[in-house]
């Protein structure tokens, strides 16, 4: 059995990068870093699911238009009330890039951390991370938008 491998300094940069833009949040420790964890975590999910997409050959239209399919499908057989209540009520939405859809779960999670803390805005003035450009980490060559960026080796 392999032991997972054991933080480096780029796994330490990043920490640092979020626990500043955190700073001032009036979040404490634990909750500053189960969010550092969360945004992790959601952005190694949404990366394999990028690489993985891009490794069946369908363009993100494909693929979306085959997942809404698939939900309306579910929701109209009947098993998944839930659901069909859900897509019933809600109104029709623009089509969002996934850049877009990406920027915007991390800010409801960023906002979300934030909702419990007196004063509940985002720190020290700001937007939260997605919202400021920062971007999302591993993001291809090319598709980078970031304004603020996390310290690199040479810094």
Same mark, same amino acid.
């Given at each position: 059995? !392999? !032991?997972?491998?054991?933080?480096?300094? &780029?796994?330490?940069?990043?920490?640092?990068?979020? @626990?500043?833009?955190?700073?001032?949040?009036?979040?404490?420790?634990?909750?500053?870093?189960?969010?550092?964890?969360?945004?992790?975590?959601?952005?190694? *999910?949404?990366?394999? *699911?990028?690489?993985?997409?891009?490794?069946?050959?369908?363009?993100?239209?494909?693929?979306?238009?085959? $997942?809404?399919?698939?939900? #309306? /499908?579910?929701?109209?057989?009947? $098993?998944?009330? &839930? @659901?069909?209540?859900?897509?019933?009520?809600?109104?029709?939405? =623009?089509?969002?890039?996934?850049?877009? *859809?990406?920027?915007?779960?991390?800010?409801?999670? #960023?906002?979300?951390?934030?909702?419990?803390?007196?004063?509940? /805005?985002?720190?020290?003035?700001?937007? /939260?991370?997605?919202? /400021?450009?920062?971007?999302?980490?591993?993001?291809?060559?090319?598709?980078? =938008?970031? =304004?603020?960026?996390?310290?690199?080796?040479?810094?």
């Amino acid at each position: 059995m !392999r !032991r997972p491998a054991v933080i480096g300094p &780029n796994g330490l940069r990043y920490i640092e990068y979020f @626990l500043g833009l955190l700073s001032g949040s009036g979040l404490d420790t634990t909750a500053k870093l189960e969010l550092v964890g969360l945004i992790n975590g959601f952005a190694i *999910m949404y990366g394999g *699911m990028e690489a993985t997409l891009a490794s069946t050959g369908a363009s993100p239209d494909q693929h979306q238009a085959a $997942q809404v399919a698939a939900i #309306v /499908s579910a929701a109209a057989s009947g $098993q998944y009330p &839930n @659901l069909a209540a859900a897509l019933a009520a809600s109104e029709p939405s =623009r089509i969002r890039d996934t850049d877009e *859809m990406y920027d915007s779960v991390v800010h409801r999670l #960023v906002d979300g951390a934030l909702a419990g803390v007196p004063g509940g /805005s985002p720190p020290r003035g700001q937007h /939260s991370p997605a919202r /400021s450009g920062a971007g999302r980490p591993g993001r291809p060559a090319g598709r980078t =938008r970031r =304004r603020c960026r996390p310290p690199t080796a040479s810094t």
